[in-house]
């Protein structure tokens, strides 16, 4: 029995050449050539001496499994090269080991992809938010946008996801959805927590987009193990048709008359108070 588990063997095909020729991928599972893709197996036979090749803005991690759990060894791209060299310190302690240089070793690669950005447009419908000044007219208020991550962290991004079945789509879904609770809770709180009138929110979708991306990054960093480079929203819409928005703007703007009307009558008593 070898290090892993496993019978050792000595027998094994041609070497391969290990490398990821996908165009969009955020991560991406390499396997040896034949093997089904749906192939349950979580161990590739990798033949030592095969070729490696990682492009820039690649890191290539292999995946060894022990009784002490998993090693990795994470090689950075740009890099070609025979997996022979002093780059693969976990590996060759392995190999030396339990294969003797010869035989298959089982592992797993996965490529990720530190160059690629990954955009995610997302949509809230109409949800009620309150002008802390008159809590009883809630007015629908709805939110698009699009956020911009990428991967900058693969060791924390490793901690924080499973990548045996490791799903793009799948995982853009799982971020939208979140983003999407957090925009709606913000900007629900944001007339009382930043002294934004309702009927003003619309105009501050800037403000609101950098305050949301401080409050945003440190979380995607930490639950999902991306960096988020950009928060854009696209439009914050009011129903100006709801009657919960017609009474709010009726009332704003007779305090607004009466706020007028006040400054003016000080400003004639100013006035003729100076005059005397």
Known sequence: ???????????????????????????????????????????????????????????????????????????????????????FPVLTSIVGFAFGGESPFPAEVYFFNLQGNNQIKFAVP?????????????????????????????????????????????FRRQVGDDVKKFVKGFVTNCPSEQGISVLQIERKIMEISDLIQARLAPHFADDF????????????????????YQDLYRITKQQQIIQAEQIGRRAEIDTEIYAK
Request: with cysteine; proline share 3%.
């Open 1 to 87: 029995m070898g290090l892993f588990g496993f019978e050792k063997k000595n027998e094994g095909g041609l070497m391969d050449v290990i490398r990821c020729d996908e165009q969009e991928y955020l991560v991406w599972k390499w396997r040896p050539e034949g093997q089904d893709i749906d192939s349950t197996r979580t161990e590739n036979s990798i033949r030592y001496g095969s070729t490696l090749r990682v492009k820039e803005g690649e890191v290539a991690v292999f995946f060894y499994k022990s009784k002490d759990g998993n090693q990795h060894d994470f090689i950075v791209g740009p890099y070609d090269g025979t997996i022979v060299t002093a780059n």
């Open 126 to 170: 109409y949800f009620d938010v309150a002008d802390p000044r008159f809590l009883d007219f809630t007015v629908p208020v709805a939110v698009r946008g699009q956020i911009t991550f990428n991967l900058t962290d693969v060791k924390q991004f490793i901690k924080l996801n499973r990548l045996v079945d490791f799903d793009l789509d799948q």
């Open 225 to 244: 193990g991306v960096n988020l480079k950009r928060f854009d929203i696209s439009a914050i819409e009011i129903d100006k048709e709801s009657d919960n």
